[in-house]
């Protein structure tokens, strides 16, 4: 069975807003200068009123009146402005697990934050309705981050994710979400495609606990073909979570006839132990046909299971098989003695047993948050 992270939220929707409360917030759909916008944090002039913008590989050169690739940036008067700042698409009420997120304080609420579109364009989006529409061309909410944050803590969530489209392209409203959930005792996260720049990632990771990390394959072609991106600069937004030590998690989403080699698979598994160590979790998820691949099958099991056991021959510790509803490789067992340590079915928490951070059998300490 499978059961990606759209069709579990219209099967088991948690979140906690009525629908009541949420027609006020509605605003209407934003027009190019006159939205709530703000000031982008990351750009630079290059001549007359054109702009830069620096915030993420692909550094759009932007003329006055237009607005970058991802769509949300604009250039208002030879100054780069954001149009999604305080205007989330959602706020969803999620397990931590549904991120996926499996070594930060299992089975625990989550609000996660999202806007309309991305600065990729995958084919296979699961969430290509919100990720591929322009600002003007989806229904949005009017929250501030300090709102965003008093209702994640009203609604009893210990976390807050930016997640579901790549919140890059909202970092500035990421940006006071984090610092104002830091300042009140919640735990942070992004989920992201790894397309963002440097310098915006340091100063992001400054109040993040912990960063999901798409790998959609280790061939530059897919990148490229697939997504009209490219491989290099994901593979330096994860060197760089990992010299932050904040706490990271990789998903690769596999698809038939796509990114299915498992020569790549194993050159992708190597260059993770080289590089981010082999304690790194990482999930290789079932694909289900979606948006522009509607032609192809899901991901077989069995592709998933070898993907699993390439990565552990290579040396990995944890690895996981996602979208696959009950299978053994939902659960984190400890690669030192075997013991199951969390069980979960799908992104469901069903027992955890790590205790203080370590397996309560033979003592291995467990990356990630637990408390
Ligand atoms: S964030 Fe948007 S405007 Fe900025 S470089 Fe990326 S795609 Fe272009």
Known sequence: MTLNRRSFLKRSFLCCLSMGAMSELFSSSPQAG????????FFKKVEGNLLQCELCFRRCLIPEGQRGFCRVRENQKGELRSLVYGRPVGLQIDPIELEPMYHMVPGHK????????????CKHCHNWSISQSAPEQIRSLKFTPKEIVEETLKQGCQSISHSINEPTIFFEMMYDVVRTAKGRGLLTLCHTNGGI???????????????????????????????????EPVLETLKTIRESGKHLEIVNLIIPTLNDDLDDIRKMSRWIVKHLGRETPVHFTRFSPQYKMTHLPPTPVKTLEGAMEIAKSEGMKYVYVGNVVGHPANSTYCPKCGKKLIERTHFIMLKNHVKNGCCPSCNEKIPGIWS
């Open 34 to 41: 006159e939205t709530g916008d703000r000031k982008a944090m």
């Open 110 to 121: 989550n609000l996660c934050v999202y806007t309309a579109s991305c600065n990729f364009r």
């Open 197 to 231: 720049a440097r310098t915006p990632m340091i100063e992001l990771l400054k109040f993040l606990d912990g960063v999901t990390v798409d790998l959609k394959s280790f061939n530059p072609k897919f990148y490229q073909d697939i997504s009209e991106a490219k491989l």
